[in-house]
């Protein structure tokens, strides 16, 4: 008999949710690139399933050239049409408008304080280990806080919720059952749930960016 794997109860729902969860969420991601693309898919989500923006991934990527910011954010109409006219992808001209300037606002970033170094200053100094799925918050003090400083900079599609889907899809928190197997394997948080350093990790992710410190 196969060992069970403990998962939330969204990872179980579906084969492509499950692999989604035990390879990919929330696995600590640092480099630019990587954290502006889940911001757009996370925006591109809000009012539909993660799973309707996973099984169109594929064509998000290839439309958004790997979700490289310098190129989509010299997306103009004809990019647009394009993706409007792909059944592929989600066909929601205001959120292809958002991830177009979420590219311009990341780039603007470089000049002082670069995205990775901005999001990950959001990161709570503790992270709660949820005993049931209804612990699990779809908002806290710090992705409002998070929300407000990514609209301020120029981002759009970036309220409270999905900025906590953001983090909770990139390793800012660990939201794994407290039974999982993936529960504290992060190595953002020490054996007490407590945040430990990634200024290091950001840097190493990023050796193109300028360095910044971690503040918000």
């Not at 059944?87 to 304080?113: D, G, V």
């Not at 939201?175 to 948080?189: I, L, M, W």
Request: proline share 8%; glycine share 6%.
């Amino acid at each position: 008999m196969s060992e069970q794997v403990i998962r939330p109860n969204w990872a179980n729902t579906n084969a492509l949710l499950s692999d989604y969860y035990d390879t990919e969420w929330g696995n600590p991601i640092f480099d630019e690139r990587g954290i502006y693309e889940r911001i757009c898919l996370e925006s591109f989500q809000a009012g539909l399933s993660w799973l309707t923006v996973l099984k169109k991934r594929p064509a998000f990527r290839k439309h958004f050239n790997n979700f490289d910011p310098e190129i989509v954010a010299e997306f103009g109409e004809p990019e647009i049409a394009q993706m409007l006219a792909d059944p592929e992808i989600i066909r929601n001209r205001p959120k292809i408008n958002a991830a177009i300037a979420n590219a311009q606002a990341t780039l603007a970033l470089r000049e002082s304080q670069p995205l990775p170094y901005l999001v990950w200053s959001f990161r709570p100094e503790e992270t709660k280990t949820p005993s049931t799925s209804e612990d699990v918050p779809t908002q806290t003090p710090e992705s409002v806080a998070l929300s407000k400083r990514l609209k301020k900079e120029g981002f759009k599609f970036v309220g409270p919720s999905t900025a906590y889907a953001l983090m909770q899809a990139i390793g800012m928190v660990d939201d794994h059952p407290a039974d999982s197997p993936r529960r504290g394997t992060s190595g953002v948080f020490d054996e007490n749930g407590r945040a430990v350093n990634v200024t290091e990790s950001i840097r190493l992710a990023n050796p193109g960016l300028p360095e910044a410190a971690l503040y918000r």
